[in-house]
């Protein structure tokens, strides 16, 4: 799988949340989701520039349902990130890397 | 991609499409080392590989008597297009310059110069223009059935449009939905007659005719529209989970407002039967100049033909 991009689960999801000291960057994706797969490599490029300032994970909304539901994810790719496990922005769509960079620049670890 | 500062480029395209993507092909294959600007990573139909990427089965594409899937359609023209040595920046083009030549096309990082310039920008889907309609994009108004049909599952929705993609995601959306309504502002369909039967023969689908949508309501996400009749005029709510819009097209051409010749609908002008456009050197091809035909071959057979125009145009230019 990809570099810097591991996988959550609704097992793990709250625990790696909490848990994470740098921002983590949640994509909640799909298999049959074109633009989805399309964004991958751009973040897998985003995750190596801005390692030590954002962590990336992905989450599979076909199989973690749970979590899926309990933030409404009701269109993929959604890009949610989070802080000391709170949610502080929601990023809905495929975008560009510049584009992405901008919207999560300000919840960055300086 | 390895443009360095000052190569000239004989052939960029802006756009990878089935027209950017062809014209790619038989560029390359001139060995006019084509570098694509392909476009960035989107949700809407402007996006590397275009229309298609958002579509299922490709059924009247010839050469796939099984139908084949829109995006791996899309990235067997690519694949195609880099054997023969295209080259790609994952980008939006965000200038022209047209002015003098050689050309400048620039992107958020690069600028490259190139003799000739082929531009296949392509369409994009309409939205209904509605403030709603933005505030609850994600929240239950989606621009791609394929991505978040699943989301729908067990809930009703509707679709708005009487075309051949409205009709193709009424039908898609079928798999999820345990209802769609499929809202048309007339009282029939343009859709090609293949897909209307196949429409009207699905018991999930209804049809509410004479009808457009002039609200999308909801507090935290998608909850109902509200449907007027264009014939008396009626205002009335329509509970629905989700919403898919395929009303129609909108050339990409903003790029290109004061540098190309173009329709009042945007459309790029192309001269005659070929691909020039007004500015010698600069050609189009696919739906970014075609309002009339819009299908993924006429625009390949578009974009062939604007690598064949810029290839002769070179060679007497040169």
């Known amino acids: ?38 964004i991958t490599p751009v973040l897998e490029e985003i995750a190596k520039e801005q390692a ?23 269109s993929i790719p959604t890009m949610i990130l989070f802080r000391d496990g709170e949610a502080q922005t929601r990023i809905i769509g495929a975008k560009g890397k510049q584009q992405l960079l901008q919207d ?5 670890t300086p | 991609m390895a443009a360095a500062a000052g190569d000239v480029r004989d052939v960029v395209i802006i756009g990878s499409g089935p027209a950017g993507l062809t014209a790619a092909i038989y560029a390359a294959r001139a060995n006019l080392r084509p570098l694509v600007i392909e476009g960035e990573p989107s949700s809407s139909s402007d996006q590397p590989g275009g229309q298609l990427m958002l579509t299922t089965e490709v059924e009247n594409y010839p050469g796939f008597p099984d139908g084949i899937m829109g995006p791996d359609l899309m990235h067997a023209f690519k694949a195609q297009a880099t054997r023969f040595g295209a080259e790609f920046v994952t980008e939006k083009a965000t200038g022209v310059d047209a002015s003098e030549r050689p050309f400048t096309v620039a992107t958020y990082s690069h600028s490259v110069k190139a003799r000739a310039v082929i531009v296949a920008t392509g369409a994009r889907a309409l939205l209904l223009g509605l403030e709603n ?12 059935a394929t991505c978040d049909g699943f989301f729908h599952r067990g809930f009703e929705i509707a679709v708005v449009g009487g075309g051949d993609s409205a009709l193709e995601e009424a039908l898609f959306l079928s798999k999820f939905a345990t ?47 509200k449907v007027r009749n264009v014939v008396t ?31 009042d609908t945007g459309y790029l002008r192309t001269v005659g039967h070929g691909t020039w456009t007004n500015v010698e050197g600069v050609f189009a091809c696919g739906d970014v100049q075609d309002h009339v035909y819009r299908q993924a071959i006429t625009a390949a057979g578009s974009g062939c033909m604007a690598a064949i125009d810029a290839e002769r145009w070179l060679a007497e230019t040169a």
């Open chain 2, 179 to 225: 209802k769609v309504t499929l809202i048309h502002r007339r009282k029939e369909l343009r859709a090609s007659r293949i897909m209307q039967d196949r429409a009207l023969a699905n018991p999930k689908i209804e049809f509410l005719w004479d009808s457009v949508v002039v609200d999308v309501l909801g507090d935290t996400s998608l909850e109902s529209l």
């Open chain 1, 104 to 108: 999560l620049h300000p919840y960055l």
């Open chain 1, 1 to 38: 799988m990809a570099a810097g991009i591991s996988d959550l689960t609704d097992a793990t999801f709250d625990e790696e949340i909490k848990g994470s000291a740098e921002p983590v960057l949640v994509d909640f994706w799909a298999e049959w989701c074109g633009p989805c797969k399309m």
């Open chain 2, 133 to 144: 309609e933005a505030r609850l994009m994600g929240y239950g108004v989606s621009t791609c």
């Open chain 1, 52 to 74: 030590g300032k954002l962590r990336i994970v992905k989450l599979n909304v076909d199989e973690n349902l749970e979590v899926s539901r309990r933030f409404e994810v009701m």
């Open chain 2, 233 to 263: 005029g009626e205002d009335t709510i329509l509970a629905v989970h989700g919403l898919f819009v395929a009303i129609g097209h909108v050339p990409n051409t903003d790029l290109f407002k004061g540098v190309l010749d173009m329709e």
